[in-house]
């Protein structure tokens, strides 16, 4: 996946590495959860139509074919981001990325195939993650929307309701925008003010949906150096409303960039308030798709994840 990423006009190593993934799978090594594993199943790309507007998807195999040619050691970077279908200068195209990028979707997909055949709790650990990826554009180091597409295959099989609660520090640009006129669908998530955290456009409290969707996007913008305190506050605000509107099924875009150091973090959460979390969002009593998606301290990542898992599982 990306090597680089050009931060206010500097080349730099990406964050989006392996390692936050292979972290957790060692973390899960001699654990309970180790025999759940499962390898993800295999999907056709037509299926991101379901959440994308074709012409992105093709936009996306379009630029894979020119990065060798025209891009920056081999990583293609937009020019005119909305011509170009790209949010930022942080999520460059490869030759491989289209694969690798709906191989992370597919995770997400077999999840709720668990999920909708009787499994109540299931962990997808998405690479690259998805939350930032919009019905048309890419950004954030995301390219499919691993959770929209979750939530889409949810409604496909019959489900009516599904809640998605996004608990990455950045807020979900790309699922809002894909889910804003939809009723069937309840978008709540708590992240960094976009005052001070990415992407600067979006997030506020004040968007709550338009047409059909008007009032089933739920967003609590908070400070730096949030902790556990107020950020369980808000949490509590976002089950309320999640538990009033009864969902089916409820996918939950987890992020670990909400751990106290993390490089693009701000907030002050530590391993044992994802116990929490899990706690409370399985007292809902709906089955749980979890969904990494940011979090960029490999360490972090594990004992989140680890603590995460404790508290669904009990």
């Known amino acids: 996946m990306p090597r680089t990423e050009i931060l206010y006009g500097r080349p730099l190593?990406?964050?989006?590495?392996?390692?936050r993934v292979e972290a957790i799978r060692q973390a899960l090594s001699?654990?309970?959860?180790e025999a759940g594993i499962v390898p993800p199943r295999a999907y056709p790309l037509a299926l991101a139509h379901s959440v994308h507007?074709?012409?992105?998807v093709e936009h996306l195999s379009a630029r894979a074919l020119e990065a060798d040619d025209e891009g920056l050691d081999g990583e293609w970077f937009p020019y005119v981001f909305e011509r170009d279908r790209s949010l930022d200068t942080g999520t460059p195209i490869?030759?491989?990325?289209p694969e690798f990028a709906w191989a992370s979707a597919c995770v997400a997909l077999?999840?709720?195939?668990?999920?909708?055949?009787?499994?109540?709790?299931?962990?997808?650990l998405c690479r690259p993650p998805g939350h930032h990826a919009s019905h048309g554009a890419s950004g954030g180091y995301c390219y499919f929307n691993n959770a929209a597409l979750a939530a889409a295959r949810f409604l496909a099989s019959g489900s009516t309701r599904i809640a998605i609660l996004d608990l990455d520090i950045h807020h979900g640009n790309g699922t809002q925008d894909i889910f804003y006129a939809s009723s069937s669908v309840l978008y709540c998530s708590i992240h960094g003010d976009p005052e001070w955290a990415y992407p600067p456009h979006t997030g506020m409290a004040n968007e709550r949906g338009a047409g059909d969707g008007a009032g089933f996007t739920y967003?609590?913008?908070?400070?730096?150096?949030?902790?556990?305190?107020?950020?369980g506050a808000a949490l509590d605000r976002a089950l309320e409303k999640i538990a009033h509107f009864s969902p089916w099924q409820i996918v939950l875009s987890q992020g670990f960039d909400t751990f106290e150091g993390d490089r693009w973090g701000g907030f002050l959460l530590h391993a044992e308030d994802f116990t929490g979390i899990g706690k409370r969002v399985r007292a809902l009593r709906a089955p749980v798709l979890a969904v990494l998606e940011g979090g960029y301290e490999?360490?972090?990542?594990?004992?989140?994840s680890m603590a995460l898992l404790e508290g669904l599982s009990g």
Do not use: F
């Open 53 to 56: 507007d074709p012409r992105y």
């Open 94 to 97: 490869r030759r491989e990325t």
């Open 30 to 33: 001699g654990t309970p959860w």
């Open 110 to 124: 077999t999840g709720a195939d668990l999920i909708l055949e009787g499994v109540s709790v299931a962990y997808a």
């Open 13 to 19: 190593p990406h964050p989006e590495r392996p390692e």
């Open 219 to 231: 967003n609590q913008p908070l400070p730096k150096d949030t902790d556990w305190r107020s950020y």
């Open 298 to 304: 490999p360490a972090n990542i594990a004992a989140g």
